[in-house]
Every structure is written in C-alpha cells, then in structure tokens.
C-alpha cells in the first residue's frame, strides 16, 4: 500500500518554488518509482494543478515515466554499427533469457528492458548500458553472464 501522504509532503517542500511542477514530479517518482495515474491524481488534488496539465508534463519528459520498471533497466543499442556487430542476436538472447519483449519488466521487478540511440561507443558494438555501467564488444553468451551477476545482486539485495 502507498503511502500517498508522501505526495503531499514533497508538494509541500515546494511550496515557495515559483514554478514547482517538474521538481514535485522528480521527486515524487523518485519516491514511488513511477508516476502512476493514483499517485499523479493525489499531485493535482495537493497543487490544485489541473490532472491535465499534469499530465502533459509527466508525458512529454522522457526522464518520467507513467508505469513502474525494474531496478535495472537494460537498454540495448540496435543502431547500424550495432546491428552489424549481432546486436540483434544478443538482445534475442536477452529477451529468451528474462522472458521479456520491449520495454516489458520482469514480475520480480528486476529487469526493463528498452531500446537506445547510439552511445557513441560503436568502437566497440555491440553495445548495452545497464543503469549507469556500460557494457561492449557483447556476445549473447556474454550479455547472459553479465545479466546472471545483476540477477544474483538484484535478489541478495532484495
Ligand atoms: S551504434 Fe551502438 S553504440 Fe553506436
């Protein structure tokens, strides 16, 4: 059960912030993991902000997002130089490993995975950024390995 009183205390923070929704937004998420439609209604009814407005702004910024995704969110680069690289059969080795198609979590809560535009390191394709850590010169055996140590992280710190 969410504690949505959390919404009215970070509105609340902001109070004296001339323009304060995206700061609210930013912090909200961070405490919730997303902004689903429950927590962005408490936001509208505590700013007194137009639901509509609200959100235009939650939509319309790639750094929010409206639905919940792992604690490690996979982002795979198909780009040409990937792509040429096998790219495509690393993140089929991905999807058949998690049981997930595109930007799909797992049930555990662990895993998103989502495409990227290139990340400028084509040097050494193909290429995938888990979180922060970036991760080249893939295979799918490797892609597998690398996923196994985030699996056994992600459930040890659970
Ligand atoms: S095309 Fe994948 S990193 Fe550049």
Redesign the pocket.
Known sequence: MQDLGKVDEIVKSYKETKTPLIYILKDVQKEFGCLSDKILTRVAKTTKIPLSEIYGVATFYSLFTTVKKGKYIIRC???????V?G?KEVLDRIKEYLGLEMNETTPDNLFTLEF????????????MMINDEVY?NLTPEKAVAILKDYKMKGQANA
Request: aromatic letters at 0%; glycine letters at 10%; charged letters at 5%.
């Open positions: 680069c198909n780009n040409a130089p990937c792509h690289k790219s990227t535009s290139c990340l400028g390191l084509c040097a050494v394709a193909p290429v080249g």
